[in-house]
């Protein structure tokens, strides 16, 4: 019984234990993800590992391109008011650009 004790303390603690010293993922991350799959995803390739658009002229979300963040707040505001680039008007909140950035910062390598 005792064994079994011990067995059960030592796989919670090491299990606890992965965790700890692992930074939590940022909340407007996964939103921006969220985002990002339910808006863009239907042209756009949003995941980290790149892959194709489904429409040649949209811009992998993890591209080069995507990369070079200076402006993109305006750009981001522009598919809201007028569509951008041949993209269509999309409607998103302005929390929901915030956390789209923040999804799109996050595609950038560190």
Known sequence: ??????????????????????????????????????????????????????VPRAVPFASLEMRHTVGLDGRLADITRKGHYGMPLVALSPGELADLRAYIESLRPR
């Open 1 to 54: 019984m005792r064994r079994l004790s011990l067995t059960v303390v030592l796989f919670v603690t090491l299990s606890a234990g992965a965790t700890w010293g692992r930074p939590k993922p940022d909340p407007a991350i996964e939103r921006g993800h969220d985002t990002a799959q339910r808006a863009c995803a239907a042209c756009h390739a949003v995941e980290k590992g790149g892959g194709e658009s489904m």
